[in-house]
Nanobody
Framework: QVQLLESGGGLVQAGGSLRLSCAISQSIFRSYPMAWFRQAPGKERTFVARISRSGVNTAYADSVKGRFTISKDNAENTMYLHMNSLKPEDTAVYYC?????????????????WGRGTQVTVSS
């Protein structure tokens, strides 16, 4: 079994910061390409950031570049999303995702494993 669990969501004022965590569990130690997606009320799920298995290769949606940082700790099987300078438009349910293989992607339908999501609310 592969399971993902997000944590760290909450309510924060505009300009503030949050750190989301995503723990991945499996029966055999393994690293995965991973990503963060988010879904705002009444909107489609959209890409936020992704990271390669090694953690070296990263990419971000234009809307979060310079504000969010994705990272991972393979030894702890945990991925992070450091969110700074938060804006009200960042309000959404944030999901972590992982996929088999090596190639990274920004397409949600390419990911195999998903967490249940954690709510991030940014007040103005």
């Amino acid at each position: 079994q592969v399971q993902l669990l997000e944590s760290g969501g909450g309510l924060v004022q505009a300009g503030g910061s949050l750190r989301l965590s995503c723990a991945i569990s499996q029966s055999i130690f393994r690293s995965y390409p991973m990503a963060w997606f988010r879904q705002a009320p009444g909107k489609e799920r959209t890409f936020v950031a992704r990271i390669s298995r090694s953690g070296v290769n990263t990419a971000y949606a234009d809307s979060v570049k310079g504000r969010f940082t994705i990272s991972k700790d393979n030894a702890e099987n945990t991925m992070y999303l450091h969110m700074n300078s938060l804006k009200p438009e960042d309000t959404a349910v944030y999901y972590c995702a992982a996929k088999d293989g090596v190639v990274v992607t920004t397409e949600s339908d390419e990911y195999d494993y998903w967490g249940r999501g954690t709510q991030v609310t940014v007040s103005s």
